[in-house]
């Protein structure tokens, strides 16, 4: 049902521009997990790098909230779709990179979270990629 684009585009849109909404809206609950489960009933390569790409603008956002919801997705992303959901790695490595120096604290911390839930799940480091 969801990997038909006519079914998945209308929900994923609204539902990921809802990271916005990061500073109101309490977003680890209720947000975060249906983003994830939306990514495993898509199970579609083309779906998960559209809803990769749509969160990776967030993480460009002037708001930390809004930062801080985008790496916590991308962490339960992660931890749920683990091999499948890094395939699209490259893609993020240039935003995990800049979120290394961000200026919120919490931020920073939450992405070296990330980062080490990546090295766990391909068993090598990604310092090399991250220069």
């Known amino acids: 049902f969801w990997q038909i684009p ?4 209308p929900i994923s849109e ?3 521009s809802q990271l916005t909404r990061a500073a109101t809206l309490p977003t680890t609950p209720d947000l975060i997990p249906a983003i994830t489960e939306l990514a495993v009933a898509a199970d579609s390569p083309e779906h998960h790098r559209e809803i ?3 969160i990776l603008k967030h993480m460009r956002s002037d708001d930390r909230h ?3 919801a985008a790496v916590q997705c991308e962490q339960s992303l ?4 683990g091999e499948e959901w890094l395939s699209l790695l490259p893609e993020m490595l240039p935003f995990i990179s800049e979120l290394q120096e961000d ?4 931020v920073e911390r939450e992405t ?8 766990a799940i391909l068993g090598e ?5 991250l220069q």
């Open 6 to 9: 006519s079914h998945f585009t």
């Open 14 to 16: 609204p539902l990921i």
């Open 52 to 54: 990769n790409a749509a």
């Open 66 to 68: 809004v930062r801080l």
């Open 78 to 81: 992660t931890e749920r779709l």
């Open 103 to 106: 200026d919120d604290e919490s």
């Open 112 to 119: 070296q979270r990330w980062i080490v839930r990546i090295e």
């Open 125 to 129: 480091s990604l310092d090399s990629m």
